[in-house]
């Protein structure tokens, strides 16, 4: 059973860089089983895809987020990145990572979330 | 790419039933069978319930079905329970390009 957790800075200024990252148990993520994604959602808002990478380190971003968004691997840790550039309080939301089967098109699992709050 | 269109909220009483709907277009929901729902709780990381418009995953209840037709795709939760209230979001498949997009949620209240 695959299980992740996000880590991070719970806090960060504006204009500056958002970093978080996912540890994966359970399987490896070089296995190829599955997408590694972000995900976030602001406080009482619906949820929004940031981007998504694959074993082989192939990435997708929303287009939308693009300009900003960095997803990485780290497989000697057995986690996956996050960072995003130049934030604003647009940008605070809970975020999660989460699996993509490409098999069954869902996310699962999911992480539980880390707030983030950009503020200065 | 506009987001799935759920209504805000829905509610029904213990036992009764309850529909939830997602409206998109052509492009996502009308164009793949790959729509999915999950349950979140508050504080609660999101649960998938639903996959492939109408296929449950082990472990969910029996009262959970979904169903899809054109761009709309439904959420059906039957014999309301008082753990069902929570929010309900769905997702759909958009194509390689955009990907995927997701409901604005419904949050459910059992009465």
């Known amino acids: 059973q695959v299980q992740l957790q996000e880590s991070g800075p719970g806090l960060v200024e504006p204009s500056q860089t958002l970093s978080l990252t996912c540890t994966v148990s359970g399987d490896s993520i070089s296995s190829g089983h599955y997408y590694w994604n972000w995900i976030r959602q602001p406080a009482g808002k619906g949820l929004e895809w940031i981007g998504r990478i694959s074993s082989s380190e192939s990435t997708n971003y929303n287009p939308s987020l693009k300009s900003r968004v960095t997803i990485s691997l780290d497989t000697s840790k057995n986690q996956f990145s996050l960072r995003l550039n130049s934030v604003t309080a647009a940008d605070t939301a809970v975020y999660y990572c989460?699996?993509?089967?490409?098999?069954?098109?869902?996310?699962?699992?999911w992480g539980q979330g880390t707030l983030v709050t950009v503020s200065s | 790419q506009s987001a799935l269109t759920q209504p805000p909220s829905a509610s029904g009483s213990p036992g009764q039933s309850v529909t939830i709907s997602c409206t998109g277009t052509?492009?996502?929901?009308?164009?793949?069978?790959?729509v999915s729902w999950y349950q979140q709780h508050p504080g609660k990381a999101p649960k998938l319930m639903i996959y492939e418009v109408g296929k449950r995953p082990s472990g969910v209840p029996g009262r959970f079905s979904g169903s899809k037709s054109g761009n709309t795709a439904s959420l059906t939760v039957s014999g309301l329970q008082a753990e069902d209230e929570a929010d309900y979001f769905c997702t759909s498949y958009a194509g390689s390009n955009i990907f995927v997009i997701f409901g604005g949620g419904t949050k459910l209240t059992v009465l």
């Open positions: 989460a699996t993509w089967s490409v098999e069954t098109a869902v996310f699962d699992p």
């Open positions: 052509s492009s996502d929901v009308g164009a793949y069978n790959y």
